[in-house]
């Protein structure tokens, strides 16, 4: 009797402890990661059929909160259009693989340089200001960017010309 009391008694510890392990190591519940809304600016030939080169069209994309909004955007940018947007009529004159090197926004001037898959067999003054005008208004979408200067490898003088 006494050996079954002694029993029950250590069942009934281990069976605390291993409850009381479960909550201490379960810990708190992870955050759930913020998201945040931004746009990216694509060409649409449903909105523009005439094709004006520098009229682009906001996309709204989610991404992870990010104290870098402005890079993530462009980022969401360089992806291109999503299969749903394409349905729409986006679509964008920028080159598939082109890569941020840097940004950097300093009195309300975004500065980004790109590497050279930018301007990659890019011809033509229409397609070269539809480029711009991309990168320009997904940048300017952020109060803290008036102005956008976008250099290849560090060249901004004979860049995107037509």
Avoid: H, W, Y
């Avoid at 009797?1 to 029993?7: A, D, T, V, Y």
């Avoid at 004006?52 to 994309?61: A, D, G, L, T, Y």
């Avoid at 005008?133 to 037509?162: N, Y």
């Amino acid at each position: 009797m006494k050996s079954s009391l002694i029993l029950i008694l250590v069942l009934v510890v281990c069976i605390a402890l291993i409850i009381s392990g479960l909550i201490f190591f379960r810990g708190k519940p992870e955050a759930q990661p913020e998201f945040i809304t931004v746009k990216v600016f694509f060409n649409n030939g449903n909105l523009d059929p005439e094709f004006s080169c520098n009229k682009v069209f906001p996309v709204e994309r989610q991404i992870l909160k990010t104290e870098a909004v402005g890079r993530a955007a462009l980022e969401e940018l360089l992806k291109g259009p999503a299969d749903s947007e394409k349905r729409e009529g986006f679509f964008t004159s920028i080159n598939p693989g082109v890569k941020i090197q840097s940004l950097v926004i300093e009195n309300n001037i975004a500065k980004v340089d790109f590497d050279e898959q930018l301007e990659f067999q890019v011809g033509g003054s229409c397609r070269v200001a539809a480029i711009s005008a991309q990168i320009r208004e997904t940048l300017k979408q952020f109060p803290a960017v008036q102005e956008v200067i976008v250099s290849i490898d560090g060249r901004t003088e004979d860049i995107l010309q037509p």
